[in-house]
């Protein structure tokens, strides 16, 4: 999979990508991403990226022009299968839409900024929209980082063992069951006896019981999903 990213802030993006699992996905050549600066297709000599919006009001937006000039010239490069714009008012990503996701080669994700971009990028070029949740961040670029990590553990062969993505929380709607290592006594505080049994039924059985449980307690909301 390969995305592209168009920031206004490309620093925010440099980390997230570069450790643990996401790091070999790139490693192994399964994830390839690219962090471009809007400001690179800016307006200028002061390479002016947004302005004051029409009808007054406070915040600024991002120019019709520059993002329309950066999009046509990353999809010169490449056919995407998905341009998303980072926005609160988006559809709110869970993990089927991560799924979904992963499941596409090339994708363009725009970062916005300040008030937010010119409706008319919203309006020609963008196929989708994706909040990560119902409040408020300063831009899309840590929302973007969040989309990249969701997917890019899906993508098949970053994950040290294949199956691990397909008992997550979420996936079935269904919260995880709790995990114990070594020891297995420590303070008192004892293991599930259960899981030292070696019985892989009763270990299975006993799994989707917790998952159970504590979904009922914690997200109730999920088990309705499947009705
Ligand atoms: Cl995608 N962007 C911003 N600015 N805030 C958010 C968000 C996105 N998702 C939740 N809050």
């Known amino acids: 999979m390969h995305i592209d990213i168009l920031s206004a802030v490309p620093d925010l993006l440099q980390s997230p990508f570069q450790h643990s699992i996401l790091q070999r996905a790139e490693q192994k050549g399964l994830l390839k991403v690219d962090v471009h600066d809007i400001r690179k297709w800016g307006i200028g000599k002061a390479r002016q990226i947004d302005d004051y919006q029409y009808g007054g009001g406070a915040g600024m937006v991002m120019l019709v022009e520059v993002l329309t000039n950066a999009i046509e010239a990353l999809a010169a490069e490449r056919k995407y299968d998905e341009i998303i714009f980072l926005t609160p008012d988006g559809e709110t990503l869970n993990q089927g839409i991560s799924n979904e996701i992963s499941l596409k080669n090339n994708l363009l994700l725009i970062c916005g900024h300040y008030k937010g971009i010119d409706e008319r990028i919203?309006?020609?070029?963008?196929?989708?929209?994706?909040?990560?949740?119902?409040?408020?961040?300063?831009?899309?670029?840590?929302?973007?980082?969040?989309?990249?990590?969701?997917?890019?553990r899906l993508l098949p062969g970053v994950l040290n063992d294949e199956t691990s993505a397909l008992f997550d929380s979420f996936q079935d709607n269904m919260l995880a069951p709790p995990v114990y290592t070594r020891p297995s006594n420590f303070r008192d505080w004892e293991v599930p006896p259960v899981l030292l049994s070696g019985n892989d039924r009763l270990i299975e059985e006993w799994r989707d019981e917790q998952a159970l449980d504590r979904t009922k307690k914690r997200r109730p909301d999920l088990l309705d999903l499947d009705e």
């Open 122 to 152: 919203r309006e020609n070029f963008v196929t989708r929209e994706i909040s990560i949740g119902d409040y408020v961040l300063s831009g899309g670029e840590l929302a973007a980082a969040v989309l990249v990590d969701s997917i890019g």
